[in-house]
């Protein structure tokens, strides 16, 4: 498999957060002294930011962070 870009920033990404002390458990989950690492992505709700927010998400998530999205009306 020919690795692209995004393999290479994931695989930075991952360098740092295990640097950082955020290894992942075995769910794949990055935790540090028993804390989930998590993250909480909040926008306006309309359709873009809902395609944006779950592309984030699962980027976010094969990294090992949970995402909360919140999409909020005006």
Known sequence: KAHGKGDKQ???????????????????????????????????NNYENGVVSTSVQQAWMALGVKVQVVLQDE
């Open 10 to 44: 994931n695989e930075v990404a991952n360098k740092q957060h295990e640097e950082a002390g955020w290894p992942k458990n075995v769910a794949g989950q990055r935790v540090q002294n028993n804390a989930e690492l998590t993250s909480k992505l909040i926008g306006q």
